[in-house]
């Protein structure tokens, strides 16, 4: 017997049902129906499902119609900003309209997505902005925030995501001045924040999530209790999302930026009263003696923290800098807590200031119990201490939230971040009774990949939903016709000097034929840079007619390499290669025949030289389980179906996947991680690889 909901839900994925309607050459597909169903009737009878749906499933639609047809409150958690925009601004309005819904449905980013009037104002009389460019933009955006509603970053074209100005035109936690600021009446945060509350439907993204789980500063304590039913889409990203927010976290650029700030209140507001340049000197010099401590290491490096010091640091030193920072820290409250009454931003700087004492003097402690600590050295440092995984938090403060709705010192929440019982805004929290009984909201996770196992166990396991219902849903395309995969045998070993040079050559040689058209995923910056001249060079010998754009990560912003390489050979200019690493394993799309060729150079193993990864590791071995087993290679199978699955996006395109690794043939473990990726046609050698390349330029 199906409840109502799922009646709704089966009629809208008909042929002719009301999906039809919302979106173009629409039909029937097994999968997405079958998800939606299940969607449904955990919304009718409450508890945990996580979803597996291959790509093509349409699992977007999958969770939105039965959400939307619940009439119940709904947040929607994305791993991306790109995402929560294609949410609020193209399928949630295709669906209401469709389905003729009268459903108010919100936005809600986190504050350095939004502009900040009061830091607007000051920047305007900042004699210090960071580059000669920096006035022409700065024009720009104050041209611009007069005409937006939303102060959305993300409305205003050309702003370089990198951009030097960005921080000094948005709020953090900890320079808002919250009520207490000029501009708190027309401030954009507090507008989507409203806006959120009031809505029925609000689309957030996972670092919001946990930054209000950690420190309950976004509004989500309020928003939270009156939900229900919560999805976390790209559900893939929210552990290590999770452990960024549930740790702690100092950084001696931190102490700077607090120095610079303390100097521009102190003499515009207070000049005299205070020795703001001792105070200032004395923080900036305890900052850059504790990263005089560690002296010259790799960029990049992460020095592991076991000891009372990082490795291969002198302990005392080390604990002599932490000690000389805590100081500065404190004196500096000390200074601005004569002159609180005279300005708010007294008042905020002087929070912050200890706040950063108390996690200076929380870093000279031991490390927590299943946490694991290190330094991250780079021009800066940052001091870290991560729990594991989000197991225990999930447990305790997310599936139990609207339970402990009005407990936040029981959840775990330092008094000292709410210690008036006032929100961040000035406000007193609301706290709403949950909106179903206990045991009733419904929680749904999904991604394309969430593990390469029948229980998805890569995933439910760190985040502690080892209980809930588990659904996995294939592919709807035909991968043996429209893909192929590719292992050159007589290639470099992984670790061989040659091994770059060799993976470009092949790349170059696919684009050459394909007119570009190619994608080159790396596991490492190093490779990044090689390949990407290596290629260069490759092409230097073709005609520049024919010459393959080559766009490498870092050149140019993300959204510039991504519209360029959509745009192909269009314009009468020669297609592109894309070399690039990290974020581009995901979340890049690129259907059509823009994209014919992925080139991955190495399996994408997790570093065991990182410290979160290393105690990860020790951890399941202390258990009597096999670290490789459990933890690299299902990790290493998931980064690989996330890079493969840049190939296929749509049911008529057409494809080579090459991964440039010997060890997928040569290794026992390989077939575990072939049988991880679509079922693709295997090319057994060098001809049918140019064979499969001919066949796709024709």
């Known amino acids: 017997m199906t409840g109502a909901l799922e009646d709704k839900v089966r009629d809208a994925f008909a042929q002719d049902g009301g999906l039809s309607r919302a979106a173009e050459q629409f039909r029937e597909r097994s999968g997405q129906t079958e998800m939606a169903m ?9 508890g945990v499902l996580v979803v597996e749906a291959g790509t093509g499933v349409g699992k977007t639609f999958s969770y939105l119609v039965p959400a939307l047809l619940s009439g119940e409150r709904v947040l929607l958690s994305t791993a991306t900003k790109t995402l929560q925009d294609q949410l609020f601004g ?125 420190v309950r500063e976004t509004g989500m304590a309020e928003l939270l209790p009156t939900v229900s039913v919560v999805v976390f889409d790209e559900a893939h990203q929210l552990n290590e999302t999770g452990v960024q927010f549930l740790g702690a976290q100092l950084g001696t650029g931190q102490a700077l930026d607090f120095a610079h700030d303390m100097l521009a209140a102190g003499l515009q507001h207070a000049r005299g009263l205070v020795d703001w340049q001792q105070l200032v000197s004395t923080t900036e010099r305890a900052a850059r003696d504790l990263r005089l401590v560690v002296g010259k290491q ?53 929070e912050r200031a ?21 330094v991250d050295v780079g021009t800066q440092l940052r001091l870290i201490e991560s729990p594991l995984d989000i197991a225990d938090a999930m447990r305790k403060r997310v599936l139990k939230i609207a339970d402990e709705a009005g407990e936040a010192d029981e959840a775990g929440i330092d008094g000292d971040e709410q210690e008036d019982g006032l929100d961040a805004y000035g ?86 034929e394909l007119g570009g058209r190619t994608l080159v995923l790396t596991t490492t ?48 200019r020669a297609g592109c290669v894309l070399v690039a690493s990290a974020s581009f394993w995901e979340g890049f799309d690129a259907p059509g025949d823009v994209l014919q060729l992925v080139v991955i150079d190495k399996l994408p193993f997790p570093p065991p030289n990182d410290p979160l990864v290393e105690a990860r590791s020790q951890r399941l071995e202390a258990q009597g389980r096999s670290s490789f087993a459990d933890y690299s290679l299902p990790e290493a199978a998931v980064a690989l179906k996330q890079g493969a699955g840049r190939l296929i996006r749509r049911e008529t395109d057409s494809g080579v996947l090459a991964i440039c690794d010997t060890r997928l043939v040569a290794m026992g473990y390989g077939r575990r991680l072939l049988a991880a990726l679509p079922p693709m046609r295997r090319l057994e050698n060098e001809t049918d690889f140019d064979a499969a390349l001919e066949a796709l330029r024709n």
């Open 354 to 374: 200890r706040q950063l004492a108390k996690r200076t003097a929380r870093f000279a402690l031991p490390c927590e119990l299943d946490s694991v600590r290190w």
């Open 298 to 350: 790799w960029p990049g490096a992460k020095l592991r923290w076991l000891g009372p010091s990082p490795e291969g640091i002198d302990p005392a030193a080390w604990q002599g800098a932490l000690d000389d920072l805590l100081d500065a820290f404190r004196a500096a409250a000390e200074g601005l807590d004569t002159v609180s009454e005279i300005s708010p931003d007294f008042v905020r700087l002087h």
């Open 38 to 46: 299940a969607v449904a009737r955990t919304i009718d009878k409450g």
């Open 525 to 572: 910056l190093r490779a990044l840079r090689t390949i990407g001249d290596e290629m260069r060079q490759q092409f230097e010998l073709l005609d520049t007619q024919v010459r393959p754009e080559v766009l490498v990560q870092g050149e140019l912003p993300k959204r510039v390499l991504m519209d360029r390489f959509r745009e192909g050979s269009s314009a009468g």
């Open 90 to 214: 193209r399928d949630l309005p295709r669906l209401v309209e469709a389905f003729g819904l009268p459903v108010r449905t919100a936005l809600l980013k986190g504050r350095a997505s939004y502009l900040c009037l009061h830091r607007l104002d000051m920047a305007r009389h900042d004699a210090s902005l960071p580059e000669r460019g920096s006035l022409r933009t700065l024009a720009k955006i104050e041209q611009w925030s007069k005409a937006t509603r939303t102060g959305d970053l993300a409305e205003l074209p050309g702003l370089d995501e990198r951009s030097p100005l960005i921080p000094l035109i948005t709020s953090t936690r900890e320079n808002c001045l919250g009520a207490q600021c000029p501009q708190f009446k027309p401030c954009h945060v507090n507008l989507a924040r409203r806006e959120a509350l009031a809505a029925d439907i609000v689309v957030i993204n996972h670092h919001l999530f946990f930054a209000d789980l950690a």
């Open 427 to 512: 406000e007193q929290p609301a706290r709403s009774g949950a909106a179903h009984e206990e045991g009733g909201r419904a929680w749904v996770f999904t991604s394309a990949t969430l593990g390469d196992e029948p229980t998805l166990r890569w995933f439910t396991e760190p985040c502690g939903l080892q209980d809930a219902e588990v659904l996995r849903v294939q592919s709807p395309f035909d991968y043996a016709s429209q893909a192929a995969i590719y292992v050159p045998r007589a290639f470099p070993k992984p670790n061989d000097p040659s091994h770059s040079q060799r993976v470009a050559q092949l790349a170059a040689r696919g684009a050459a």
